[in-house]
């Protein structure tokens, strides 16, 4: 994975509309993800992704979105740019 | 129940409590689907929103109309989900902002 690669993990429930528009932005934008509708998940594997949820987002509320850049090396300019700097 | 006959159901119910169902019908029947997946997945109307337990005593808070809704309409205009609004919501007089979520973290844990 190279410098200023995002990945993208969506969680969502599959009774939410709120969660569909999300998930119709992100494809009319042609945003690649990795897709987990936690309600559909299985006693142990659900209770596992509510925890990923509630680390990015304290409140575990749906849909969560978590983008993450990798930086690797003297990237000044990639740092800036991810971390919003001036 | 089909989500038309709940939709008819729960326009009487909000009109009867001072709220409107949100005007956005396609949006609102969307809701009412998860809320009867929801009933048939764990036997009561847990909210289509939120994340089930699956168990009643720790869900009873988020059974719809949930116990924050009173709450979010006066403050937002509108419930968590957006099913249960205001009429100035409606109308568009009161902008239609996220409702954070107001229920306790860890409630369901």
């Known amino acids: ?72 090396g003297h990237d000044e300019e990639g740092l800036k740019r991810a971390l919003g700097l001036a | 129940m089909t989500p038309e006959r709940l939709y008819e159901v729960l326009t009487r119910y909000a009109a009867s409590v001072g709220n409107e169902l949100n005007q956005d019908k396609p949006y609102v029947l969307d809701l009412l689907r998860g809320l009867l997946t929801n009933e048939e997945r764990y036997g009561y109307r847990s909210c289509p929103c939120r994340l089930g337990s699956g168990i009643k005593e720790r869900d009873k808070d988020i059974v719809c109309p949930c116990v924050y809704k009173d709450l979010d309409v006066k403050e937002y205009g509108s419930c968590y989900c957006s099913l249960y609004v205001s009429r100035e919501w409606n109308e568009g007089s009161l902008p239609h902002r996220m409702v954070p979520e107001r229920r306790p973290t860890g409630a369901h844990d």
């Open chain 1, 1 to 72: 994975m190279g410098s200023g690669t995002k990945t993208v993990r969506f969680y969502a429930l599959s009774t939410c509309p709120v969660c569909k528009k999300v998930k119709l932005y992100l494809d009319g934008h042609a945003v690649s993800y990795a897709y987990v509708e936690v309600d559909r998940l299985e006693g142990g594997e659900q209770w596992l992704a509510s925890q990923e949820v509630r680390k990015h987002n304290p409140a575990g509320s749906y849909p969560t979105v978590v983008i993450e850049e990798v930086i690797t």
